[in-house]
């Protein structure tokens, strides 16, 4: 079994609640917009990390990370990135990746928008994790954990972690 945290639109801001809620978690994954390098060497000092990097992301992180991401956890075959929108909104790149990559679970951030849901044409669980930073409008600030044990998706909670100044 594998628990993940979840999370996305940082935006250089660094909250001590993701530690906590994050303390039980085998890895940390990152949605983009992460906003500065001090941010993204606190989650790889932390956790096993993986990041994709944003619109906002400078060239350091944009070095660092890459704009998707996918790879397999116990089976399960993950595409993350941070511009992808969701099922029957995606943005134009990202049917023919999903069609071609066939993943379990397709990862975006970007909107600050929390969603999770199923694409059923395509039989992938979509997750948007909201926006975990202060800036945007988003009124709550929002992380996921969840956990993969072997081929199932489990235990999946949305966390609200704050009110957001927007």
Aim: aromatic letters at 10%; charged letters at 25%.
């Amino acid at each position: 079994m594998t628990r993940i945290g979840l999370l996305s639109d940082t935006h250089s801001y660094w909250d001590e609640k993701y530690l906590k809620y994050f303390a039980e978690c085998d890895e940390v994954w990152h949605a983009g917009d992460i906003g500065s390098d001090e941010i993204a060497d606190k989650f790889e000092a932390f956790r096993t990390f993986r990041a994709v990097s944003g619109n906002i992301d400078g060239t350091t992180l944009k070095t660092r990370y890459p704009v998707f991401q996918i790879f397999e956890v116990e089976g399960i075959k993950v595409v993350m990135t941070h511009i992808g929108g969701y099922p029957g909104r995606y943005h134009t790149t990202i049917p023919q990746l999903l069609d071609n990559e066939k993943p379990n679970i397709f990862i975006s951030g970007h909107s600050h928008i929390l969603k999770v849901m199923n694409d059923k044409q395509r039989g992938i669980l979509h997750i948007n994790p909201g926006a975990a930073g202060r800036y945007g409008y988003q009124k709550v600030r929002t992380i996921v954990r969840f956990k993969i044990d072997g081929n199932n998706i489990d235990d999946l909670e949305v966390i609200e972690i704050g009110s957001s100044p927007g």
